[in-house]
């Protein structure tokens, strides 16, 4: 018989949202605990690719809290230094994180909703689900994906440019992940970066520490009622992160047009033009990992799950913490994820003491 635990919070998700948010439960006194389905600390940052740096600062890249520490001889940390400052994290604040427990779904059990998982069921008062996008990669349905017979991988199963040595790889999506994965596979590939729009390079004194005083500024101007300032889409997609900078700048980093088609050995373009292609890596973003929320019933348009603020509105119990912008602006970074968090935890505080 699996075990039933009875708790007041169950937060799912232990990668830096789900941190987030225990920090702030445990400072209401709220009773929680955090289940994770990796085996240790770190959530998405311990898949990174090798040569992954964050796009801000240390100190520009912290939750609530604690500062993260500078690494050294860096000035944007590497992944690991995340891993390594999310588990000192764990640690200092004691975080009551459950490892490795996959949820499977949750339920609606009278007052309570029941969290059922791999290694037992909790029932709570409150959920907040934090489960991230890592889990669900992104893959557009392209003409001929079945017909190519070389390698296909996404974003989460790149490692280094080294497996690619002497090969034409080509990169799909011009964000972030594109252009940084395009510009570290110069070193040992040849490399065709196809974009569905010409990619848009932020300014190069413009890191992650301008994105988010830029999304502050929105969010301040539009909590007043101000002109809307356009926030960080006004500003471009990709930040000029060193690597990226110097491949841009030796001309190795030229996007071309969206290809119409793969071929068995290649992309082909709408006027027929082709290149051959020993791998294709699709850096084509994400989907939110939600499918533990399907008996709840309460997906809404393109899959998200409606919400006011955290809160999914039509289940006041339940909250949603760093999938993306419409959990809470910037609350898919490391340094915006807190204010979200501290806004659920509070909510959930009030709803806890109201009953
Ligand atoms: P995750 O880190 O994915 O954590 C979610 C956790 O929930 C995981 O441990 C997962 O195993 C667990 N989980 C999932 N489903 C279940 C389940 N059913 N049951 C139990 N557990 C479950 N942000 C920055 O601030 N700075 C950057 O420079 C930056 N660079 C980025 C570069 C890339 C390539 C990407 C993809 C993102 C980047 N981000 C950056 C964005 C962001 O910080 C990460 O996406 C971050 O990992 C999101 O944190 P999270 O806690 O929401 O999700």
Redesign the pocket.
């Known amino acids: 018989m699996t075990p039933v635990h009875t708790i007041d919070v169950v937060v ?8 987030a948010a225990g920090f702030h439960l445990r400072r209401l006194g709220v009773g929680y605990v955090i ?4 085996p240790s600390a ?4 311990q898949h ?1 690719w090798e040569s ?5 600062p240390a100190t520009y ?1 912290s939750l609530p809290g604690m500062t993260m520490s500078h690494q050294l001889g860096e000035t ?1 940390p590497d992944a690991q230094h995340v891993v390594d400052y999310l588990a000192d994290y764990e640690r200092r604040y004691g975080l009551p994180v459950h490892r490795p ?4 779904g949750v339920h609606r059990d009278g007052p309570l909703l029941r969290v059922d ?1 791999d290694s037992g069921t909790w029932q709570a008062r409150a959920v907040v689900s ?6 669900r990669p992104f893959i557009p349905a392209v003409p001929g994906r079945e017909v190519f017979q070389g390698r296909q991988l996404h ?1 989460v199963n790149y490692g280094s440019s080294e497996d690619f040595t002497e090969q034409h790889v080509v990169v799909v999506g011009g964000g ?2 594109g252009a ?1 994965i395009a510009a570290d596979l110069t070193a040992h590939a040849d490399v065709t970066w196809a974009t569905q729009r010409p990619p848009r390079f932020l300014a190069d004194n413009i890191d ?1 520490r301008a994105l988010f005083e830029a999304a502050t500024a929105r969010r301040r101007a539009l909590e007043t009622g101000a002109a809307d300032t356009g926030g960080v889409a006004s500003l471009g997609d990709i930040v000029a992160v060193p690597p990226v900078r110097a491949a841009r700048d030796a001309g190795l980093l030229k996007a071309s047009p969206m290809f119409a088609r793969l071929a068995a050995d290649g992309p082909v373009w709408q006027d027929g033009s082709a290149v051959r292609a020993d791998a294709v890596i699709w850096c084509t973003g ?1 989907r939110p ?1 939600l ?2 929320l399907a008996p709840l019933a309460l997906r809404g348009h393109r899959g998200h799950i409606p919400t006011t603020g955290t809160r999914a509105t039509a289940e006041p119990r339940l909250h949603l ?3 993306g912008d419409w959990t809470g602006p910037a609350s ?6 807190g204010r979200p968090a501290r806004d659920a935890a509070r909510e959930i505080a009030e709803l806890l003491d109201s009953r």
Not at 101 to 104: D, E, G, K, M, T
Not at 130 to 135: C, V
């Open positions: 799912i998700g232990g990668g830096q949202a789900g941190l289940l994770d389905a990796q770190g959530g998405a940052w990174a992954l740096h964050l796009f801000s890249s944007y427990v996959h949820v499977l998982a934090a489960t991230g996008t890592w889990s974003t972030n992940s940084q992650g994400f990992a499918s533990h913490l760093g999938y898919a970074t490391l340094i915006g994820v």
